[in-house]
């Protein structure tokens, strides 16, 4: 998952980078965007389906090994953003049931026990205290 | 101390309990009672009626028709006031209760649901229920002065269903202000209507002791060799919290724990934060331990490590700590003011060591077993400093 | 007949997947740290993330084990004990249980300081017609009671509430009596500078079980200049009055906070060296806040966060040690913020709650019975900005107030998990939100992350508490966690043989 970005700056104070769409989305890439915003004028540009360009101009006057640093840190920053999309994918759902009981009433949205009883003596009784709980033995 | 014993037995239809006397009694007072004769003590010639039963060490002669056990095997830890059970069909005499000891225990069946690898009291498949709830409600009824603690043992009382709310309930009619501890693996009370059942008896001294031995689930349910007992026992702490019954957390230390034990206190602060005290036991060589003794053996002096930085975590998060089942020899110095007198009266010893050890009034000593198997690191502490006395529990 | 034995592997099977439960995360110290939806969290090794995102991770690693127990992941092979997550991430939010427990009455708007910073009207000590009326105080102390809380603290402030003590002394049997008939706890404390305090004063708090709580800046060239008085003795009366209250009400009944200014920087071990030198037991260490008369007189007082950052960790350095020493005293916002990352628990501090503190953990009525959402709200309307200006007394009820435009607004605003910056933040749940303070700094109640003050301050915090942490030294561990819970140190157990 090779980010290539290269550095080409007009000025001293700006740098371009290329952003593989396929890999880093579009949300992830404004979030990205967003956290640089306190020290960048950030400008996306959709070159095509496959490549965004952005352009970090800096607010204030910053060196070519500080823009370096930055390109590195523009880079993880969004490949995070991006694995954290991918967790949302797999999670909003249990996350959302979690929630969901986290705030319901006590006993309304609960699971039921899980597993099997276990006492031999209880689960050959046919009419028992424990008949809720008659799992068949693993 | 000895709790069994067996004799002959003639008369019997059912078991008996009773409280021994080895005072001749009035007619009037025979009722609850069992006369007892001690070896060489001599058995008056007068009509013995009344009484529930006899007990003699020797042999009885004459063929009364009370139902009694003689010939006993050994008898000098019967003492006057005991309360025991007579069991006709093999000639058992088990004590069921001493009112001059500290620990009481209520045992209420063999019938478990867990096999732990290092269960003091192994199993049986047999259901025992009925007949054990007769007799403990009998035992209960018979107990002159209700003492200040009693634990509730087995097996898993869980299992005993509705016979469990029938003890308690008993219990909390009889003696209201004995404080009850119910050792229980916790599973029953993961189903929600069980707890709060349990907690509808609104026993006013009740408080669960429930063990787990991991934070990670496969490692608990092997030592306790149940699946899915761990995702049952953690729900259970819920459940029973939820309904205000309150819990304690029991863990047994050896080689299986000891791994995971500062990862374990970590998960009972987050998980099992209301848990009003945690047990940190050491190992008994008894019922299924020597088997298994491989796969559990560590000597507790090299686990001192482990124990420490366990109980730092806890102390320090304002958890109740307790250290049972260890000498003080074996101990880091640091850890004594945990450490409890926690071993019954009746399963106690000290070893000949133990004599010449300064730190002895404070021990709480070996089990009986230790014999066998013990740390190679006991050893008599020949002088405490200045401030130890304060610091031993 | 004796059952079988079973070895590991029936009861712990390696499971061939795995499912992630809700987290969130990000790179400190060269490692990743996991932060779960109930705030517990893990520092892992650079790496995991990615492995957990693409579903690699080996189950069969000490690792997963952990992942698991922690409750990040879960597998087949047993229950994922959502009820028990539920039931954590529940807790976490337990301060919005009963609702608005911190209830403030600002009796009076006068007052005989100037400070710099102050967000009070600077009113001369005669009008009186800055203070509140019995009307107004009758209906303030019902409104307070139809909370739900079954505890309720009244906090009384000013301008300067001493100097209207007969409109406190209204109040506080009213109150009482309220409390008594609705079954609820009440606590009361008066915010004072103490400098008109009486002995007199003092003896009815003692008889009313009324805590004080006074302002103590650091050593007297540092309060004198924060605080002017006709006079210049702002310092003076301060301990004075510190000396007089612990007297007669006791030295648990009084408290001191600080206020930060840009005179304060660079002095943190002074100030915290006075503290100790006046027996306190806690400092609070908290920035200015940039409402009323701060915003006017920014060039002042104005200073960059940065410099409050390094400050705050200075004091931190400084105040451990002094603990380390033997004396016993904690900071506030560590503890806030420990109470957060490191206890099951949410904090009580109105301003570090998420949904917001503001109406739902406090209220405070002015004295002409208008109603705000917090100290700052209030401060807002003193430049002439109501946003969060809920209602009024004599024309709302606790239901309007709380269905009015300015709460459903502020209540739109109050959660960081709906907030852009705070809803990927690692930190979420240690964190808060606090919609008056970005309204006030950047004209907008949702706030811009990147910018704000109030989200650097607390992540650089965070983030310095997680170094503290992840080093776990364990003297250090042992002073904060005697913070957190309040208790003295546990004593090490001198050795015995």
Known sequence: MDQSGSITTPDAHCMAVEINRSIVSDEALLKTCYWFSREFVCEIRNRNDQIADVLLTSRNAASVADLASTKDAFMTSAMDFALREKIEARTSGIRDLLLAKAFSESGVLEDEPQGVFGDAVEEAKSESMFKILGNPRS | MRLTTTGVARNFEQSIVGVLTTEHLPREKRTERILFFAAHEAIPAEDLSGYRGLLSHDELHGAPSLPYIHRLRESDHLKDGDIVVLEGNAGTVRSLYRPYEQHHHLFVTERCNSNCLMCSQPPKDRDDVEALTERNLELIRLIAAPPPYLTITGGEPTLLGDHLFTLIAQLKASMPDTELHMLTNGRTFAWPDYARRFAALEHPNISLGIPLYSDFAGDHDFVVQAKGAFDQTVAGFHQAARNGIRVEVRVVLHKLTIPRLTKLVEYIYRNLTFAEHIALMGLEYTGYTPRNIDALWIDPYDYQDELEEAVEYLAVRNMNVSIYNHQLCVLRPALWSYARKSISDWKMLYLPECERCSALPACGGLFQWAVKKHSEHIHAIASLPPDAAQKCS | ??????????????????????????????????????????????????????????????????????????????????????????????????????????????????????????????????????????????????????????????????????????????????????????????????????????????????????????????????????????????????????????????????????????????????????????????????????????????????????????????????????????????????????????????????????????????????????????????????????????????????????????????????????????????????????????????????????????????????????????????????WVTGKPLTKEVVACA
Request: charged share 25%; with cysteine; net charge negative.
């Open chain 3, 1 to 482: 007949m004796a059952r079988a034995f079973y070895p590991l592997e029936r009861f712990a099977p390696t499971p061939p997947t795995f499912h992630l439960l809700p987290f969130r995360f990000t790179r400190l110290n060269g490692k990743e740290l996991l932060v779960n939806e109930a705030g517990e969290f893990l520092f892992v090794p650079t790496g995991t993330v990615q492995s957990l995102a693409d579903e690699r991770l080996d189950t069969g690693s000490a690792l997963y084990q952990d992942l698991k127990a922690k409750q990040f992941v879960y597998d087949d092979s047993s229950s994922p004990l959502l009820d028990i997550l539920a039931t954590k991430v529940r807790t976490k939010f337990d301060h919005m249980c009963g609702g608005t427990k911190l209830h403030i009455f600002v009796v009076t708007l006068r007052c005989e300081h100037s400070c710099e910073y102050c967000q009070v009207s600077r009113q001369t000590a005669t009008r009186g017609e800055f203070d509140m009326s019995p009307a107004t105080a009758d209906r303030a102390i019902a409104m307070m009671m139809d909370s739900p809380a079954s505890a309720v603290t009244l906090e009384f402030q000013g301008g300067e509430p001493l100097l209207a003590f007969d409109v406190i002394q209204y109040i506080i049997p009213r109150a009482k009596r309220q409390a008594r008939e609705r079954g609820k706890d009440l606590d009361i404390v008066v915010c004072t500078n103490l400098a008109c305090v009486t002995d007199d004063i003092l003896l009815y708090f003692r008889d009313e079980g009324v805590k004080v709580s006074t302002s103590l800046d650091g050593p007297a060239f540092l309060h004198n200049k924060n605080r002017p008085r006709p006079g210049h003795n702002s310092y003076e009366k301060a301990i004075e009055g510190i000396e007089r209250s612990r007297a007669i009400l006791g030295m648990e009944n009084v408290a001191a906070l600080m206020t930060t200014t840009a005179a304060s920087l660079g002095h943190a071990a002074a100030i915290v060296d006075e503290y100790v030198r006046r027996e306190f037991h806690s400092i609070f260490l908290r920035p200015i806040s940039p409402y009323g008369f701060a915003v006017k007189t920014r060039h002042r007082t104005g200073y960059e966060m940065d410099r409050f950052l390094e400050f705050y960790k200075e004091g931190l350095a400084h105040i451990l040690k002094v603990n380390h020493d033997g004396y016993r005293i904690a900071e506030v916002y560590t503890q806030i913020l420990l109470t957060k990352i490191l206890t099951p628990h949410s904090t009580r501090y109105v301003d570090m709650q998420s949904p917001a503190g503001e109406a739902w953990s406090v209220l405070v009525y002015n004295y002409d019975g208008d109603v705000y959402a917090s100290d700052e709200s209030r401060m807002l309307a003193e430049m002439r900005d109501w946003t969060f200006r809920l209602g009024n007394v004599h024309k709302d009820t606790r239901r309007s107030l709380f269905t009015g435009d300015p709460a459903l607004q502020l209540f739109q605003a109050s959660c960081n998990q709906a907030l852009a910056g705070c809803s990927d933040c690692a930190f979420q749940p240690y964190c808060a939100a606090d919609p008056v303070y970005h309204h006030a700094t950047q004209g907008d109640m949702y706030g811009h992350r990147p910018t704000s003050g109030f989200c650097a301050r607390n992540m650089e915090v965070i983030t310095h508490l997680f170094s503290l942490i992840e080093e776990n030294d364990r003297n250090t561990m042992r002073i904060l966690w005697s």
